[in-house]
């Protein structure tokens, strides 16, 4: 199974890109190839319906065209999505055929706040749900991830890590059985 994560801010030090890293190596160990992109991956111009696809959204087009599902590792801006994250499924939905349709999505998020980025996770379940993608129902939120991240993007507190391992599971599950409908 391949899988594709997707996310963190554009800064080198986002706690969400650490988390990202450790989302990615968990799920590894769980048996599925991962494919991170993030940074300069999603550094695309923005959306302009005059100019031909960028390379890094026809990058992105293909890795999310061969996978079974997909995890959104999202920072939260002013209770939503940052843009770069916005602009890049924007320009994938442009896109035919559609990737997102019936894909199953992960949604994680990491803020130092105390909601843990669950309202930008809201936000994502509207755009997702307007792009046919299948939001697992339980998201991972890292609220306070700036003292309980480790530099590795390890979870620090055991509730953190329960959720993780348990929303992991869910998703590989949700993602083979939709995988084996075709
Ligand atoms: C423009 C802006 C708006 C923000 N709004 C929120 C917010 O609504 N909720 C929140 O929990 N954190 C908010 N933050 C703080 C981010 O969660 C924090 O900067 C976090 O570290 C960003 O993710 P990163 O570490 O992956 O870069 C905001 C940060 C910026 C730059």
Redesign the pocket.
């Known amino acids: 199974m391949k899988i594709v994560a997707m996310g963190?801010?554009l800064?080198k030090?986002?706690?969400?890109?650490k988390l990202l890293g450790h989302l990615a190596r968990c799920l590894e160990a769980l048996g599925p190839q991962v494919r991170s992109l993030s940074g300069d991956d999603l550094r695309i111009p923005l959306y302009d319906a005059d100019l031909a696809a960028p390379h890094e959204a026809v990058a992105l087009h293909a890795a999310l065209a061969e996978c079974q599902g997909l995890v959104i590792v999202s920072?939260?801006?002013?209770?939503?999505i940052p843009p770069h994250l916005k602009n890049a499924v924007d320009w994938v939905s442009t896109m035919t055929p559609s990737p997102f349709k019936g894909l199953p999505v992960l949604l994680a998020s990491?803020?130092?706040?105390a909601?843990?980025?669950a309202?930008?996770q809201m936000q994502w379940r509207a755009t997702l749900a307007n792009l046919g993608a299948f939001a697992l129902p339980g998201g991972i939120t890292v609220p306070l991830?700036?003292r309980n991240l480790a530099p590795d993007g390890t979870p620090g507190d055991p509730r953190t890590a329960g959720e993780i391992g348990k929303a992991l599971k869910a998703f590989l599950d949700f993602a083979t059985r939709m995988d084996e409908r075709g």
């Open positions: 963190g801010s800064r030090d986002s706690l969400n890109l920072p939260e801006y002013n209770a939503g990491a803020s130092p706040g909601f843990g980025g309202r930008a991830a700036d």
